[in-house]
């Protein structure tokens, strides 16, 4: 889609009705069940998440994971390649930096552990990613039901690694959990991470709209046909975008480890960030540049309602409920905006 | 390594795996008939979800079981409605419209119940599904333990098999819900309203998935977040698996069902090995079978397009 002022304008006015009209579902499920003024938490949800020091390290750090996630999603959406495999990337990332780690940290110095770790997260990622891109292609496996299948094998695997008879259980700890990473390796500077993200950013923004690369993705996306017709090899497009996906989430799950948790646990994945991502994909309308904003909004509510949790129980699991139903009203939108503009034409 | 009870092992497995087939037969059984009539209905986890809970609520609340069935059906026609007029009358990407109906019944049940039940430190228990043995068949030795014991609804969904493969293949209305999958403007033309039989097929699919949630619950008397765990996703693997045909949809469930029951069952008999394992066991096998079949998988050609009459 081209952008002129008019398309602007247009989403600009659909994804706020969208979210405004979630927003209302979201309070009046609230006030109803809950008795609570749906307002006044809302207000303390972002107040949490933006003007306070653990609300805002929570809030930079799933914004730097929600962003690196759904870039790799946007891209794969617009060929209509449904990747919903984020979370089985994420810990495969997780699982190949603490195996880096764990034979790395007493050989070199920590800066060079560090950046073996995100490299080899990516590689984590990108191999679980690119599984469901080959079987597709291979065997024309449905990549939703594969991608779904191997979240569940990644969190069953983890959960064993992590379990009591598991190699990596630290036998102090009460919690099934891994032993911790050593201090020297903590990736908190919030510099670093924002230049990875934004350097992210850039790459996948220059890849969708500046390449040919981005342009087969787009035929592929609008039409199976036309992409036949004009000689692309989707099956090639399908790969690529696997492994990229996979490496951003395999990313987010190394900085995940490096940054946040510092360990493997059974809780590690417990907020299903790839199911989350799928969401601010789609509020970002499949834009590299927008998925920053979307991500921003959601790592907001997640990390206030994280914090929410512990005073008044407003669950965290209200989160799907307020993404399924932002994702319905956009989608209606999506659609019903295109019938808008054909009605225009014709009159 | 000790050597596993055999016997015991056995009957475990084939009685537990009776009603874990059940699980997975009644919802692959709505999912085939969607798909058949060209939808691809991707919500089946979050109506599941939301079945299982709604079953535990009117269960709790009636103190009947039976009446907590209805709430699963409940659960599964609301949703399905929201479902159908997304993605039939409106007419957006099938695979957008289940995911996020997925996540709305997933969310809205997980998030209800943490708010109204999850609040006290133990759980709350419902009256169960109770088990109706066969009269004279489960006395059998062995035999009538493992099949003829079990409840209603597990009776109830090995005897509709055969009832709806007679539907979808010697009826006229199955010819119909056939020929709206492989070509709905063809079926449009000769008067059949494609968007009525899609609509009702989406309805049968939600509200057997909203069943079977409702027997998760039922036949354990909890809910906890979180419960169906995949199991729906299995269901769409069934019906994919089944090349949309009951009488396999009923194979394969089985398969399934028995396969998924050998965790449970080494508990059962005291054979500890890592459970993750044995809960892995039948995504893999999922995706194994999945792997093997989808290249001669033959599905109707107008699944997952939505139906307009004015476009070409």
């Known amino acids: ?347 | 390594m000790a050597s596993i009870p055999l016997i015991p092992f056995f009957i475990a497995v084939i009685s537990i795996g009776i009603s874990y087939t059940t699980i997975y037969l009644i919802a692959s059984l709505g999912e085939i008939f969607s798909e058949k009539a060209g939808v691809l209905n991707l919500s089946l986890e979050g109506v599941m979800t939301m079945g299982a809970f709604l079953g535990y609520v009117f269960s709790f609340i009636s103190g009947n079981p039976y009446f907590g069935l209805v709430g699963g059906l409940v659960a599964g026609l609301i949703l399905g409605l929201l479902f159908a007029f997304i993605s039939i009358t409106i007419g957006v990407n099938q695979v957008l419209a289940g995911l996020s109906v997925w996540l709305v019944g997933m969310g809205l049940s997980d998030f209800i119940y943490t708010i109204s039940f999850g609040r006290t430190s133990y759980l709350i228990t419902v009256p169960k599904l109770p088990t109706v043995p066969v009269p004279y068949l489960s006395g059998i030795p062995i035999i009538g333990q493992m099949l003829f014991d079990h409840t209603l609804v597990d009776y109830a969904a090995y005897l509709s098999v055969p009832l709806l493969w007679y539907v979808m293949f010697k009826t006229n209305f199955g010819l119909k819900i056939i020929s709206v999958g492989e070509n709905p403007r063809a079926a449009d033309s000769l008067g059949i309203n494609v968007n009525r039989i899609r609509y009702i097929m989406v309805l049968f699919d939600s509200s057997m998935a909203g069943l079977s949630g409702s027997m998760i619950s039922l036949t354990t008397g909890l809910y906890q977040v979180g419960m169906i765990a995949g199991r729906g996703w299995i269901a769409i693997g069934i019906a994919a698996f089944s090349g949309l045909n009951p009488a396999y949809g009923l194979l394969a469930s089985l398969i399934f069902g028995v396969v998924s029951a050998f965790g449970p069952s080494l508990m059962i008999v005291g054979y500890r090995i890592p459970y993750e394992f044995l809960d892995m066991t039948p995504f893999i096998a999922l995706l194994v079978v999945v792997m093997m079949i989808s290249k001669r998988m033959l599905m109707p050609s107008a699944l997952g397009k939505p139906y307009k009459r004015e476009e070409k």
């Open chain 1, 1 to 347: 889609m081209k952008i002129t002022k008019e398309n602007l304008i247009l989403n600009f006015i659909v994804y706020t009705t969208a979210f405004l009209l979630a927003i209302g579902f979201g309070a009046v499920l609230i006030w109803t069940i809950m008795r609570i003024n749906p307002f006044s938490a809302l207000s303390l949800i972002v107040s949490t998440a933006l003007f306070t020091p653990f609300g805002r390290t929570a809030t930079f750090y799933y914004l730097v994971e929600l962003t690196l996630i759904s870039l790799g999603l946007a891209i794969s959406y617009r060929a209509k390649y449904w990747n919903i495999g984020g979370d089985g990337q994420l810990i495969f990332g997780a699982i190949f930096s603490m195996q880096t780690i764990f034979s790395l940290e007493h050989l070199f110095s920590p800066w060079l552990v560090i950046v073996a770790t995100l490299l080899m997260g990516m590689l984590g990622g990108a191999i679980y990613g690119v599984i469901p891109a080959i079987i597709k292609v291979k065997l024309n496996v449905n990549e939703v039901l594969s991608t779904l299948m191997l979240n569940f094998i990644a969190i069953y695997f983890m959960t064993w690694l992590v379990d009591v008879t598991g190699p990596w259980k630290d036998p102090h700890a009460a919690e099934l959990e891994s032993y911790p990473i050593p201090y020297s390796l903590y990736l908190e500077n919030p510099i670093i991470l924002t230049l990875i993200m934004v350097f992210a950013i850039a790459i996948i923004y220059i890849l969708a709209e500046k390449t040919f690369f981005g342009f087969k993705i787009k035929v592929i996306g609008s039409s199976h046909y036309a992409a036949d017709y004009a000689g692309i090899d989707r099956g090639k497009v399908y790969i690529y975008l696997g492994l990229i996906s996979g490496a951003l989430a395999g990313l987010a799950g190394s900085i995940e480890i490096l940054s946040v948790s510092h360990i493997l646990s059974s809780t590690f994945d417990s907020l299903y960030m790839g199911y989350v991502a799928i969401f601010t994909t789609w509020l970002a309308s499949l834009n590299p540049l927008f998925v920053i904003l979307s991500s921003l909004l959601m790592s907001t509510l997640l990390s206030g309602g994280y914090f929410m949790e512990a005073v008044t129980s407003v669950s965290v699991l209200f989160i799907y409920y307020f993404e399924g139903i932002t994702f319905i009203s956009i989608i209606i939108f999506e659609a019903t905006k295109s019938k808008i503009k054909r009605v225009m034409k014709l009159g």
